[in-house]
């Protein structure tokens, strides 16, 4: 069977929010929001097709912003899509929702909504805006209603890792179908997460405890270990074994950048990863996609430069986030600052 490949197209930068964490926005408050338009849309979605083709992938859509709904030629692009019966999900916001939008999301062949909620509600809405934490938990209903998949993604950081547990609890009680988190990524205006090795490591452990007692109690959200440290945490624990049969030289795991996803942004640029600032490599509307695949994203697979995971016996298994250590200084293939392993 062909492999899907994950295609996070940022169509506009167009937003009813300014997150305090978002990648738009934290380089430059005062940045000029950019957009596709139609001809640029079909553009880079038949650039996509052609990626697909060249290497035997299925595509799949992230279409996301911004607020994608905020495009005037959102439902446009989403006709294009449905014509050419490929899957997609939206990452967005809570507040153009209605059960109206969600059916017709639905009809168009929407298979997941995603949301955010970055802590309780007077931290959440510190971040995002006022409102955005009831808001956002009253859409869930409205999604699920229309038969599309309710993911709620939390960020975290130093500022909100103790209300992690407590977000859990408030996402099972609402009723998503998927939890996950992922770590704050540092941008120029801060370069530290806040939170020590130690301390995410005992994150993951109070979060495992409450999956397992969801999971025993008959719970419907699945809880997505998106963060590669759950591998190396389940490792330790025994969970995860290495299998026997693992070749040397063989990736199986971790971080997926550099093999099956590109992120491309409303200026066209090209980025091996959304959350690492200076993957740029290359741009929709003057590259072919299937060109940059083999030229400028090899740097990202070269597996032996990773300064701490080539001397783990995890490397094909885990690597931690790449993102995070470049947000750090810089150094794609730095170490992760939450690992807790230590490695000669």
């Not at 030289?249 to 690492?276: E, F, K, Q, S």
Request: overall charge negative; some cysteine; glycine content about 6%.
């Amino acid at each position: 069977m062909k492999q899907y490949f994950a295609f996070q197209w940022h169509i506009t930068d167009e937003c009813d929010q300014r997150c305090k964490h978002c990648y738009i926005f934290s380089e430059n408050n005062c940045k000029r929001l950019d957009t596709m338009d139609w001809a640029q849309m079909k553009e880079t979605f038949y650039n996509c097709l052609d990626f697909c083709e060249v290497y035997g992938r299925l595509p799949y859509f992230y279409i996301t912003g911004g607020d994608p709904i905020l495009h005037r030629d959102f439902w446009r692009l989403l006709t294009l899509i449905k014509e050419h019966e490929i899957p997609f999900a939206i990452l967005g916001n809570p507040f153009h929702l209605s059960d109206e939008v969600c059916q017709k999301l639905k009809s168009y062949g929407c298979q997941k909504y995603q949301l955010s909620l970055d802590g309780m509600k007077d931290t959440h809405d510190w971040f995002r805006k006022p409102g955005s934490f009831d808001c956002t938990l009253e859409k869930i209903a409205c999604i699920k209603k229309a038969g599309i998949r309710s993911v709620i993604m939390t960020t975290v950081s130093g500022r909100n890792i103790r209300e992690i547990p407590h977000i859990m609890d408030t996402v099972v009680s609402a009723g998503a179908d998927v939890f996950a988190f992922a770590r704050y990524c540092p941008t120029s205006e801060e370069k530290d997460t806040g939170i020590s090795p130690l301390e995410y490591r005992e994150l993951l452990n109070i979060c495992d405890n409450k999956f397992q007692k969801y999971e025993a109690e008959g719970c419907h959200t699945y809880f997505n270990k998106k963060d590669h440290l759950w591998t190396l945490y389940e490792y330790e624990k025994g969970i995860f074994k290495i299998p026997e049969d693992a070749q040397d030289g063989m990736i199986y795991g971790g971080c997926n950048c550099g093999n099956c996803h590109m992120t491309i942004l409303p200026t066209g640029d090209v980025y091996a990863c959304r959350r690492v600032q200076g993957s740029k490599v290359g741009n929709v509307f003057h590259d072919r996609l299937a060109d940059i695949w083999v030229c400028q994203m090899e740097a990202y697979r070269d597996y032996t430069k990773f300064e701490k995971c080539s001397k783990c016996e995890l490397l094909a298994f885990c690597r931690g986030c790449p993102a995070v250590a470049s947000g750090k200084d810089g150094n794609f293939y730095g170490a992760d600052p939450q690992c807790w392993k230590e490695v000669v």
